[in-house]
Protein backbone atom coordinates (compact mmCIF):
# COMPACT_ATOMS: atom_id res chain seq x y z
CA UNK A 1 0.00 0.00 0.00
CA UNK A 2 1.25 3.57 -1.24
CA UNK A 3 1.67 5.95 0.79
CA UNK A 4 -1.50 8.50 1.14
CA UNK A 5 -0.88 11.96 -0.83
CA UNK A 6 -0.67 14.70 1.60
CA UNK A 7 -2.32 16.92 -1.38
CA UNK A 8 -5.64 17.48 -2.64
CA UNK A 9 -5.43 16.27 -6.13
CA UNK A 10 -9.01 18.12 -7.19
CA UNK A 11 -7.78 21.13 -5.88
CA UNK A 12 -4.22 21.39 -7.27
CA UNK A 13 -6.28 21.36 -10.28
CA UNK A 14 -8.26 24.14 -9.62
CA UNK A 15 -5.87 26.06 -8.54
CA UNK A 16 -3.32 25.35 -11.61
CA UNK A 17 -6.57 26.45 -13.86
CA UNK A 18 -6.58 29.77 -12.11
CA UNK A 19 -2.84 30.30 -12.51
CA UNK A 20 -2.92 29.40 -16.12
CA UNK A 21 -5.50 31.57 -16.75
CA UNK A 22 -3.58 34.54 -15.07
CA UNK A 23 -0.23 33.74 -16.37
CA UNK A 24 -0.53 31.46 -19.42
CA UNK A 25 1.41 28.54 -19.68
CA UNK A 26 4.83 29.90 -21.05
CA UNK A 27 4.39 32.77 -18.16
CA UNK A 28 4.59 30.38 -15.26
CA UNK A 29 8.12 28.08 -14.08
CA UNK A 30 7.75 24.49 -12.34
CA UNK A 31 8.76 27.03 -9.52
CA UNK A 32 5.83 29.02 -9.31
CA UNK A 33 3.36 26.57 -9.70
CA UNK A 34 5.64 24.00 -6.57
CA UNK A 35 5.46 27.71 -4.79
CA UNK A 36 2.06 28.53 -5.87
CA UNK A 37 0.40 25.54 -5.31
CA UNK A 38 2.11 24.10 -2.51
CA UNK A 39 3.30 21.41 -4.21
CA UNK A 40 6.04 19.28 -3.91
CA UNK A 41 8.24 18.96 -7.22
CA UNK A 42 7.94 15.00 -6.84
CA UNK A 43 4.51 15.14 -6.12
CA UNK A 44 3.91 17.55 -9.34
CA UNK A 45 5.91 15.04 -11.77
CA UNK A 46 4.40 11.48 -9.63
CA UNK A 47 0.97 12.31 -10.12
CA UNK A 48 0.63 14.67 -13.46
CA UNK A 49 4.20 13.29 -15.14
CA UNK A 50 4.94 16.75 -16.40
CA UNK A 51 3.80 20.36 -16.50
CA UNK A 52 1.83 20.02 -19.62
CA UNK A 53 0.23 16.91 -17.72
CA UNK A 54 -0.89 19.44 -15.33
CA UNK A 55 -1.85 22.06 -17.92
CA UNK A 56 -3.73 19.91 -19.65
CA UNK A 57 -5.34 18.34 -16.45
CA UNK A 58 -6.33 22.37 -15.57
CA UNK A 59 -7.90 22.84 -19.27
CA UNK A 60 -10.19 19.80 -18.96
CA UNK A 61 -10.84 21.54 -15.39
CA UNK A 62 -11.89 24.52 -16.85
CA UNK A 63 -13.35 23.20 -19.70
CA UNK A 64 -16.10 21.18 -17.59
CA UNK A 65 -16.25 23.24 -14.37
CA UNK A 66 -15.94 26.78 -16.10
CA UNK A 67 -16.94 26.51 -19.75
CA UNK A 68 -19.46 24.14 -19.87
CA UNK A 69 -21.89 25.63 -17.21
CA UNK A 70 -21.63 28.46 -19.58
CA UNK A 71 -22.59 26.51 -22.62
CA UNK A 72 -25.37 24.81 -20.60
CA UNK A 73 -27.27 27.86 -19.84
CA UNK A 74 -26.94 28.82 -22.86
CA UNK A 75 -28.20 25.97 -24.73
CA UNK A 76 -31.34 25.73 -21.66
CA UNK A 77 -32.39 29.78 -22.36
CA UNK A 78 -35.30 30.33 -24.32
CA UNK A 79 -34.18 32.01 -27.42
CA UNK A 80 -30.74 33.01 -28.84
CA UNK A 81 -30.91 36.52 -27.23
CA UNK A 82 -31.45 35.06 -23.81
CA UNK A 83 -28.63 32.72 -24.18
CA UNK A 84 -26.55 35.88 -25.37
CA UNK A 85 -27.20 37.77 -22.63
CA UNK A 86 -26.18 34.78 -20.93
CA UNK A 87 -23.05 34.41 -22.29
CA UNK A 88 -22.46 38.03 -22.54
CA UNK A 89 -22.72 38.50 -18.54
CA UNK A 90 -20.05 35.83 -18.48
CA UNK A 91 -17.70 37.66 -20.38
CA UNK A 92 -18.23 40.90 -18.85
CA UNK A 93 -18.29 39.43 -14.97
CA UNK A 94 -15.85 36.42 -14.87
CA UNK A 95 -12.75 35.19 -16.08
CA UNK A 96 -14.29 31.48 -16.95
CA UNK A 97 -13.13 31.57 -20.50
CA UNK A 98 -9.47 32.97 -19.99
CA UNK A 99 -7.95 29.96 -19.96
CA UNK A 100 -9.65 28.57 -23.04
CA UNK A 101 -8.66 31.82 -24.75
CA UNK A 102 -5.37 31.66 -23.62
CA UNK A 103 -4.96 28.00 -24.85
CA UNK A 104 -6.32 29.11 -28.17
CA UNK A 105 -3.72 31.66 -28.51
CA UNK A 106 -0.58 30.32 -27.04
CA UNK A 107 -0.44 26.19 -26.66
CA UNK A 108 -3.52 25.49 -29.63
CA UNK A 109 -1.01 26.40 -32.23
CA UNK A 110 1.63 24.16 -31.35
CA UNK A 111 0.11 20.92 -29.36
CA UNK A 112 -2.78 19.03 -30.78
CA UNK A 113 -4.43 17.88 -27.96
CA UNK A 114 -5.14 21.39 -26.80
CA UNK A 115 -6.01 22.27 -30.17
CA UNK A 116 -8.30 19.70 -30.03
CA UNK A 117 -10.28 20.64 -26.20
CA UNK A 118 -10.34 24.21 -27.20
CA UNK A 119 -11.99 22.82 -30.96
CA UNK A 120 -14.10 20.75 -29.06
CA UNK A 121 -15.06 24.30 -27.15
CA UNK A 122 -15.59 26.46 -29.69
CA UNK A 123 -17.89 24.36 -31.45
CA UNK A 124 -20.07 23.60 -28.47
CA UNK A 125 -20.51 27.75 -27.91
CA UNK A 126 -21.31 27.96 -31.47
CA UNK A 127 -24.25 24.67 -31.28
CA UNK A 128 -25.20 27.10 -28.13
CA UNK A 129 -25.84 30.04 -29.81
CA UNK A 130 -27.60 28.27 -32.75
CA UNK A 131 -31.66 29.19 -32.90
CA UNK A 132 -34.13 26.57 -33.01
CA UNK A 133 -35.10 26.11 -36.24
CA UNK A 134 -38.39 27.53 -37.34
CA UNK A 135 -41.03 24.48 -38.16
CA UNK A 136 -40.27 23.93 -42.18
CA UNK A 137 -38.08 26.69 -42.37
CA UNK A 138 -34.29 26.42 -43.16
CA UNK A 139 -31.10 26.00 -41.19
CA UNK A 140 -29.46 28.86 -39.43
CA UNK A 141 -26.53 29.66 -41.52
CA UNK A 142 -23.33 29.19 -39.26
CA UNK A 143 -21.69 31.92 -39.77
CA UNK A 144 -23.42 34.77 -38.21
CA UNK A 145 -23.46 31.63 -35.30
CA UNK A 146 -19.10 31.43 -35.70
CA UNK A 147 -19.08 35.59 -35.42
CA UNK A 148 -21.43 35.76 -32.54
CA UNK A 149 -18.71 33.30 -30.53
CA UNK A 150 -15.93 35.06 -32.29
CA UNK A 151 -17.57 38.46 -30.73
CA UNK A 152 -18.27 37.13 -27.28
CA UNK A 153 -14.24 35.66 -26.95
CA UNK A 154 -12.97 39.04 -28.44
CA UNK A 155 -14.78 40.52 -25.69
CA UNK A 156 -13.48 38.94 -23.16
CA UNK A 157 -10.05 39.46 -24.55
CA UNK A 158 -10.70 43.21 -25.08
CA UNK A 159 -11.88 43.23 -20.90
CA UNK A 160 -9.14 41.27 -19.63
CA UNK A 161 -7.18 43.77 -21.78
CA UNK A 162 -8.28 47.59 -20.50
CA UNK A 163 -10.48 46.82 -17.56
CA UNK A 164 -13.31 48.95 -16.61
CA UNK A 165 -13.90 50.39 -20.28
CA UNK A 166 -13.85 47.82 -21.86
CA UNK A 167 -16.29 46.92 -19.51
CA UNK A 168 -18.62 48.99 -20.03
CA UNK A 169 -18.20 49.13 -24.01
CA UNK A 170 -18.97 45.44 -23.34
CA UNK A 171 -21.83 45.81 -21.53
CA UNK A 172 -23.56 48.51 -23.65
CA UNK A 173 -22.54 45.57 -26.41
CA UNK A 174 -24.74 43.52 -24.50
CA UNK A 175 -27.78 45.66 -24.33
CA UNK A 176 -27.15 46.64 -28.24
CA UNK A 177 -27.09 42.61 -29.54
CA UNK A 178 -29.57 41.78 -27.45
CA UNK A 179 -31.97 44.47 -28.83
CA UNK A 180 -30.68 43.93 -32.17
CA UNK A 181 -31.72 40.31 -31.76
CA UNK A 182 -34.76 40.31 -30.37
CA UNK A 183 -37.94 38.99 -32.05
CA UNK A 184 -39.90 41.92 -33.72
CA UNK A 185 -43.39 42.17 -32.79
Known amino acids: MGRPRGFDEAEVVRS ?3 LFAQRSYDGISIDDLV ?9 LYKTFGSKRGLYLSALRWSLEHEVAPLIDRMSDAA ?4 GLREALDTVVSGSGLDLLLLAAVEQAP ?4 VAGLVGD ?5 DAALVPAPHPGGQDTPL ?14 IRIRSTGP ?3 RAAGELRTALVQHLAPRP
Do not use: K, Y
Open 110 to 113: VDDE
Open 79 to 82: DTPD
Open 16 to 18: AAE
Open 143 to 156: APVVALTALLLGSR
Open 165 to 167: QAT
Open 35 to 43: TRLGLHRNS
Open 121 to 125: AFAAL
